[in-house]
């Protein structure tokens, strides 16, 4: 049940209609329903692998939560009899105690993630080096079809479970309530990764019904529906075309079409993103949002903070802060400052934990090598960016460079953009790791303008009026843009106004999506394979 189809908005009303007609505290429940439900029609055998991740996580979190009021209690019954050493152990060892729990809730549930999504590849890597080795002995390849957003419900979980453990919340009791905060249905395919502090307290004290909620969430569907039919599945016509092997485009035909994924690429998640964030708030749920204009980014590890939020404070949060805090990585700063001196030996465990996440990064997008390449490929720039920063400042002082000018801002968005579409090389190149290196060279050395003629564009599939809807598509996106990257909340703005103006805005808008949708055969949403 796609996003974009009648089906879904039907079942979106319908749900609605209900959930607000049930009493106040039986809401929640309409919404677990309708999402078993919605995930049902993608994939049924796949509710097996959320149930194990919604039963084992809830068990765990329980046994958590239990494991310390048991020892609260049984220090608070023998605090007059207990000598601090005597405290001391034994907190550390409910401490380990409890760690082992965590640890055998990430391997259950990353285990059946890695398993399902990665053991293909692995064990075909691992048949490859004995190939190479001259090893008779080939290992059993088996391709798992993975369930549509494992990793989004996956993740979400195990931010739970690390956040129980450290005592941020108490664990939820309600076993069905918890699997709804694991399968809330609008997120459950591209997300956004929601935290439980956050997201559950909505989800479960059953909302009042607010004529803004609904009309504020209708509007921001049809932003996604805008973006995602106007332009995504337009542009996707465009680089389907331009990166088939068989087509045989190069030179600056596939840096077109590159940037036209740039185009895809974004139109396409952000889009599916407005889509899930207005539907829940249909209902008056608050969800994170996922992207704060990204391609205005002055640096790759800004771009990062933009797109696709969620993930990167999840990298930040379970990741990147523990292992660049731990006692390891403040060894290797004490010996870095010594031997390296105190900028490189400040940053070294930053680096090698930006690299680690990227290289998460990668794996999180898929199992092949192009994905790993493209995560290390961000990591490294980040981490080239923070080693440098001394010689960039020297660089400022000896070339009379202001940074804060905006013809230098200019130019870092512009820098940024271009090695962020660099970085969509691994991702778009669809053929493999060497479709990808191929298409690299194209994009550095290859600027032959002899495929750009009509015949060309005639090839693409697209006439003349979908290349206008694209551009005056991207002029408008880029418009709403840059109002909010002033801080102005359009729809609030727009509230303001004349009813008459209010409702022209509305007709003009959502006969546009009505008229100028670009209907395709496979309109899915990129994100939901992850």
């Not at 790993?372 to 981490?383: D, F, H, K, R, T």
């Not at 968005?413 to 778009?428: A, E, K, P, Q, S």
């Amino acid at each position: 049940m796609s996003f974009t189809t009648t089906l879904y908005f039907a079942f979106l009303l319908v749900g609605a209609i209900i959930y607000y007609l049930m009493p106040k505290k039986y809401r929640w429940t309409i919404l677990l329903i309708m999402s078993y439900m919605y995930y049902m029609t993608f994939h049924i055998k796949g509710m097996v692998f959320m149930l194990f991740t919604t039963i084992t996580v809830y068990i765990l979190g329980r046994v958590l939560e239990n494991m310390q009021l048991k020892a609260d209690a049984y220090l608070k019954e023998n605090k007059e009899t207990l000598a601090r050493d005597e405290k001391k152990k034994f907190k550390n060892s409910v401490k380990k105690k409890k760690r082992w729990v965590l640890v055998l809730a990430l391997l259950l549930n990353f285990g059946m993630l890695a398993v399902l999504k990665y053991s293909g590849f692995t064990l075909a890597g691992f048949n490859s080096i004995f190939r190479h080795m001259h090893v008779g002995a080939q290992l059993p390849v088996i391709d798992f079809v993975a369930p549509i957003g494992i990793s989004f419900f996956t993740f979400q979980a195990m931010s739970y479970i690390i956040d129980v453990y450290q005592g941020k919340y108490a664990s939820e009791k309600n076993i069905f309530k918890f699997a709804l905060f694991v399968s809330f249905f609008p997120q459950i395919m591209q997300g956004p990764i929601g935290r439980y502090n956050r997201l559950a307290p909505t989800l479960f004290e059953g909302n009042d019904y607010s004529l803004q909620n609904v009309q504020f969430g209708l509007q921001r569907i049809g932003w996604g529906l805008f973006k995602k039919l106007l332009m995504a599945d337009r542009a996707g016509v465009f680089v389907s075309a331009v990166f088939a092997e068989c087509n045989g485009f190069h030179g600056m035909m596939r840096i077109l079409g590159l940037l036209m994924y740039s185009v895809q690429l974004y139109m396409d998640f952000s889009g599916g993103i407005d889509i899930v964030i207005g539907s829940a708030q249909i209902f008056g749920v608050k969800m994170d949002e996922n992207f704060r204009q990204p391609y205005f980014s002055k640096s790759i590890g800004e771009f990062w903070r933009r797109w696709h939020i969620t993930l990167g404070t999840w990298m930040k949060d379970y990741i990147f802060y523990p292992f660049s805090l731990s006692k390891g990585a403040n060894k290797a700063t004490k010996w870095g400052k010594k031997h390296l001196g105190d900028h490189l030996g400040k940053m070294l465990p930053i680096c090698v934990s930006n690299l680690l996440i990227f290289f998460i990064v990668g794996v999180w997008h898929g199992s092949e090598a192009r994905y790993i390449a493209y995560g290390i490929y961000n990591g490294v720039i980040i981490a080239a960016s923070n080693l440098l920063t001394p010689v960039y400042k020297k660089g400022f002082k000896v070339f009379h460079i202001n940074p804060d000018t905006k013809i230098w801002k200019a130019f870092q968005i512009l820098r940024t953009f271009i090695l962020v579409n660099i970085g969509w090389i691994f991702d778009v190149s669809i053929e493999g790791m060497h479709s990808a290196i191929t298409s690299l060279k194209m994009f550095i050395v290859n600027w032959d303008l002899a495929q750009v003629n009509a015949a060309s564009f005639a090839r693409i599939g697209l006439t003349g009026m979908d290349y206008t809807i694209i551009g005056l598509g991207c002029i408008v996106v880029l418009i709403v843009s840059i109002i909010k990257e002033k801080g102005i909340n359009i729809r609030e703005s727009l509230a303001t106004k004349a009813l008459p103006v209010r409702w022209a805005v509305y007709y003009a808008f959502f006969a546009a999506i009505i008229i100028l949708s670009y209907v395709t055969d496979n309109s899915g949403f990129m994100y939901a394979a992850f």
